[in-house]
Nanobody, 125 residues
């Protein structure tokens, strides 16, 4: 069973940056599309970005355009979400999710097969 683990969350001030990591032990992520989702208090979970095995990226949240970048390092079995110029509205629990398909990214959380437990990002002055 694939277990995803997110890390890198924390409390930052507006305008600062964070890099989230999503890893898995014992199972290769090479053959899976990996997505980042987030859920803010009182809101539904939304897709942020996704990357397929070949490194093709899909960005779903217009509010993070130009600020967030997803990437993967297959040698380290890790997917990253670089978040720059963070805003208070980015405050949420961020989850990574995997799909049992190398190429089929999705913004629909119902279509992802595996989930991490999430990491909290708080942006506040």
């Amino acid at each position: 069973q694939l277990q995803l683990v997110e890390s890198g969350g924390g409390l930052v001030q507006p305008g600062e940056s964070l890099r989230l990591s999503c890893g898995a032990s014992g199972v290769s992520l090479d053959d899976k599309a990996i997505g980042w989702f987030r859920q803010a208090p009182g809101k539904e979970r939304e897709g942020v970005s996704c990357i397929n095995r070949d490194g093709v990226t899909f960005n779903y949240a217009w509010s993070v355009k130009g600020r967030f970048t997803i990437s993967r390092d297959n040698a380290k079995n890790t997917v990253y979400l670089q978040m720059n110029n963070l805003k208070p509205e980015d405050t949420a629990v961020y989850y990574c999710a995997a799909k049992d398909s190398p190429w089929r990214c999705s913004r629909d959380s119902n279509l992802m097969d595996y989930w991490g437990k999430g990491t909290l990002v708080t942006v506040s002055s």
